[in-house]
């Protein structure tokens, strides 16, 4: 902290000598004044106006007027506005006022886009390949429950996967593929100018399920990552830098991309009111599908013998009741609802956006469900004409009620459980308001569902506060100081409560289990920016240095009660009770430098920056870690007829990703005692003194085209990242006291294409196709492992895991493929979890007031490791466990030769041939993400019926992930039981059965 004072302290003692010199009004200008309107004659407000070779610039009012200083002979103004079509007008030097008309850049080729902490560019000089979500994509979409949802099928390059059906979230986004083995996985999220908390906290199911072992949290509680929190409805735009080469300037946290949120501001003029109120449901998008029985299936089978078989079939071998279980426990269709309403305005000083949510969704599962409440306040001040104050302040509450599903050890998780239950056995509740014991399995899914407490309640603030002041403006030069300050703080509370009648509690000999967690989290990001400009006829230059510190804070605590007293769920009514507390406490500081050039009449680009960071999760604390970039770029203008640009650009860059907190620690467990006296042990695993941050070096080109007077973009972008110094493990010498080492060894590489075709191929009249279409793939290869090779994640090779070895794939998944001569086992690569491709369509059609939307997301060629399937077999209950008896051979060593029908000899391969491959699966799909139909309401009538207050009116249908076509066998093979990781994703266990969402909307702009 004390350097980072020091270092604004010399950024504004710079700022102030810069300020002291001759800041005198210079000589032979003039004001120039005009409007600017859009096509339909609408006044434009906020676009910006810049006189071109100068740094003057202004920014129009709500009415479209402006006026700005500009040279006293003729001058060329810009003119640039999100959504619209750069304009450049000539304005003589006989001429004081301009009138001019913009154009919508609906394939938003010219938009601007941010480069630094605090530059942007307009694209059609970008030099690297950022992706972006419009509010209009976010509005028109169905409703979701995090933002991730609204960028799936839109960005290339980006693997936006959820990891169940369970509502609330829980979505991992990887872009441009696997950046590290045991390292962060996430991008860097930035709202605002403050970097935001995605942090995924369990929830602690473990207690229950036992899916790890202990009374520990699990990877495998299904937990939800907290950008969920956040209101889609609020934001403006999201860009997205993908690799190193455009966020070096975010350093050692930046090397999984960086997603920068800009969230709505207030518009100076008329006061406008919006109102959106959504209706829908949810519903079961897919079934796993069950085996039906007969009576002698269910004898062969050893279900039941014929005393018992009259309690469940008739005399003809059918069931008496054929239960569809999947139906019972997920065929909820409650009603769900969305309110949303906001008010901005304000005039050529102040303005104000704020906005308010209320959103419940109620799970296809009783007692699950997601809400969020959140209000929003959005404040811009203007002190005279150079200095300008703002605020954001974002209030919200999520609960997230995601019942009781992935992986266990307890045959507790209804999917578990499913397997080894027959359809025809009853397990609905009883008139007595009882459920009968499962005679099958440890647990009835249905009593489950009705009595255990899986509850997740957030509180969140997050608020900001930005500053900008022009210390000088001139004709030719600009200097400007920034500064942001924000807090993101939130608290979890997780309630778990299983009741001592559940059937599954007395198994463990202490009947009734309460866990609490309670756990908070603080960052807090200072950051503060110095920015010259310096214009001439030739160039354009921006020069920035600033300084940024960062402070997180994160307390996680637990209380686990077991055996409670008369069933009451209080932590302190249990007669064995554990407490289990994490801490870790971040402060990282950084320094950046950026230069970026325009010459050649504003067709080369040229930039260059670097940054210089220090974290105490390395093993130096004090030590700095560089990251530079450079870039450029070259456009060719109007080259024929039809090819109206073409742009060549090239980028270079590193960025870092920090050691995980307390991977340089030598960890000691202090709640260990010997003959009752307490005492520190030694854990097996020692850090090294040496450790630091992964470094990832990026280089990525392009080919940009314009063509057909902007109505169609072709963007093409191949690129290389190299990680070394990997975090890895090492086995050391027992002589040491030690088994593994933490260290910095290796290095992998991944490659990748993406391109992105954008166009409107019909404009004509009141009918118009706006179409963009994405497609990426990337490989990535081990090129130096100074370990031996070793698996990460899954269960093993006998179930499938991810093996890490030199010369493969990072996401490669190897399984036993049968025995050798010896009985030993095989190992094999048998798939990999990074697709061949995938390829996002969208679609915009517009007739009148009607517009139809829709956005496919196809994933081609991924492997998913299908252990619920296995778990199927192994209780005979699969469908097909008896389809297709025919004669077929094992692959165990003799080769045995067995008749079995499929899914029996999937398990019996498994068990005697050694052979995980039935269970291995291509989880290649299409999926329909989203479909709207909206009809935007005739102005007249929408004022005969509500009334002249009203501006415009329009009502809508969607739906989301509507359906899924895939060969898969599972629920669905956007899938991941241990949530997000870098590495060990696409493994099926169990999971929250996937739904599809159908919604009526109304939207009111007052």
Known sequence: MKRFMSA???????AALFASADVSAQEGQRRISGTVVGELGQP?????????????????????RFIITAPSGEVELRFENFGYRTQTVTVPASQSSVSVTMELDVLNIEGIVVTGQATTVARRNLANAVASVTTEQIEKAPPAASIENFMQGKIAGAYIEQNSGAPGGGIQVRLRGVSTINGELEPLYVIDGVVASNVSIANGLNVVSVSAGGSNASSQDDPVNRIADINPNDIERIEILKGASASALYGSRAANGVVLITTKRGRSGQRQIRFTQRFGTFDLNNKFGFRKWTRDEAIDAGLVDATTAGQYFRADGQPINNFDLEELLAGRNALSWESDASISGGDADTRYFLSATWKDDAGIIDHTGFERQGIRLNLNQNFGDRFRLNTSTNLLRSKAERGLTNNDNSGTSYYMVF?????????????????????????????????????????????SVSAEYDLY?????????????????????????????????????????????????RDITLTGNLVYTYNTDDFASTATFGVQYEDRDQDIARTVARGLTAGQPNVNAGVQTSVNQFRSIVRDLGFFLQEELLLLDERLLVSAGIRADRSSVNADPNNFFWYPKAAASYRFDNLTDWLDGLKLRVAWGESGNQPMYGQKFTPLIATSNINSIAGVVVAGITGDPGLKPERQREIEGGVDLTLFDGNAQVEITAFQKNITDLILQRTVAPSTGFGTQVFNGGEARVRGLEIGVFATPIQRGDFSWVSRTTYFRDYSKVLDLPVPAFETGGFGTGLGAFRIEEGASLTQIVSTVGQDANGDPIVKNVGDATPDFRIGFSNTFTWGNWELGSVLDWSHGATVINLTRLLADAGQNSADFNANVRTRTLSDADKTQVELGDGNFRFTNWVQGNDTRGYIEDGSYLKIRELSLSYNLPQAWVRGVLGQAVESGRISVSGRNLFTFTDYTGVDPEVSNFGNQPIARNIDVAPFPPSRSIWFAVDLVF
Do not use: C, M, Y
Not at 47 to 54: E, F, S, Y
């Open 8 to 14: 604004l302290l010399s950024l504004t003692l710079a």
């Open 44 to 64: 434009l407000p906020l676009v910006i106006v810049r006189a071109v070779g100068t740094s003057f610039q202004t920014q129009t009012n709500n009415e479209g």
């Open 419 to 463: 397997p080894f239950t027959p359809s025809f056995v009853d397990l609905r509740k009883q008139p007595d308001g009882t459920f009968p014991a499962n005679p099958f399995e440890r647990s009835n899914p249905l009593q489950t569902v009705e009595l255990f407490q899986n509850d997740e309640i957030v509180w969140r603030l997050l608020t």
């Open 473 to 521: 403006q001139g004709e030719r030069h600009g200097l400007q100081v920034l500064g942001t300050a924000g807090v993101d703080f939130f608290t979890q509370k997780n309630i778990l409560f299983a009741p001592p009648e559940l059937q599954f509690e007395p198994n463990d000999g202490l009947a009734g289990t309460s866990a609490l967690s309670n756990s908070t989290n």
